[in-house]
């Protein structure tokens, strides 16, 4: 794992110089995938790293959690509080207050995009890249919001499955109550991302690295994948007429 450390440090550094920007920038959620991503980069670019912090009337907790990775890895950090600008958009296509505990993706799904523009505006004045947290498990299912947490320029651990993940965070000493944290986007009150899916991290890493899988969870692993191929591509082009 300590050679992957160094591989993967190496591959930020050559991709963030090669686009000619000077370090990077990371949504720090709270979880394990961004705060891997976090302390990659912090070993990349020591003096050139960024973490941000984005609530929009997500759990306290998770804010916590950030900044606890920030402190460990001497990441330094700002923290933008996305409710206001959330609450206009709700406002604007609902003419209604937030549901704290509304499952409307629609409306969830503003958040990961508005968070992207955060970091993206970030990333501009300090001529930083924005580097992405999805894992292999995540993009294959296209378990992200397009335009929202899938608009990045750099995927660092998007070889790595969950459980690889988690190796990952121990050997570059992540806290285990990040380890240990069940994973979610954060789209909604409560969220959990295998509830969500509704296939488990566990199986879903078993059947990308080898095929099997109980018929009733491929068929829900088949189905993401099919209804969230688009994800994956950019926009279709005709050809020339």
Same mark, same amino acid.
């Given at each position: 794992m300590r050679d992957l450390v160094d591989k993967l440090t190496l591959w930020i550094q050559e991709e963030v110089q090669k686009a000619g920007a000077q370090g990077a920038v990371v949504g720090l959620?709270?979880?394990? =995938?961004?705060?891997? /991503?976090?302390?990659? @980069?912090?070993?990349?670019?020591? *003096? =050139?790293?960024?973490? /941000?912090?984005?609530? @929009?009337?997500?759990?306290?907790? *998770?804010?916590?959690?950030?900044?606890?990775?920030?402190?460990?890895?001497?990441?330094?950090?700002?923290?933008?509080?996305?409710?206001d600008p959330f609450d206009w958009f709700v406002h604007r296509f609902t003419g209604q207050d937030y549901d704290l505990h509304s499952c409307d993706l629609a409306i969830a799904n503003i958040k990961p995009r508005l968070r992207m523009i955060t970091l993206y505006y970030l990333a501009a004045r300090h001529n930083y890249l924005v580097i992405g947290t999805g894992n292999r498990a995540e993009l294959v299912v296209g378990h992200y919001t397009k335009y929202g947490d899938g608009g990045v320029d750099l995927l660092p651990i998007a070889n790595l499955v969950k459980w690889q993940v988690k190796e990952l965070a121990r050997e570059l000493g992540i806290p285990q109550r990040i380890i240990d944290k069940a994973p979610s986007a954060g789209l909604w009150f409560g969220h959990c991302?295998?509830?969500?899916?509704g296939v488990t991290y566990k199986d879903l890493d078993h059947y990308i690295?080898?095929?099997?899988?109980?018929?009733?969870?491929?068929?829900?692993?088949?189905?993401?994948?099919?209804?969230?191929?688009?994800?994956?591509?950019?926009?279709?082009?005709?050809?020339?007429?």
């Open positions: 959620s709270g979880g394990i =995938d961004s705060s891997c /991503v976090a302390a990659l @980069c912090k070993r990349a670019f020591p *003096d =050139d790293v960024l973490g /941000v912090i984005m609530p @929009c009337y997500s759990n306290p907790q *998770d804010a916590q959690d950030a900044k606890l990775v920030a402190e460990t890895l001497s990441v330094p950090f700002e923290e933008v509080v996305l409710n991302d295998e509830q969500e899916m690295l080898t095929g099997k899988a109980p018929e009733s969870v491929k068929k829900t692993i088949q189905t993401l994948e099919r209804k969230r191929e688009h994800k994956k591509h950019m926009p279709p082009i005709p050809p020339i007429f």
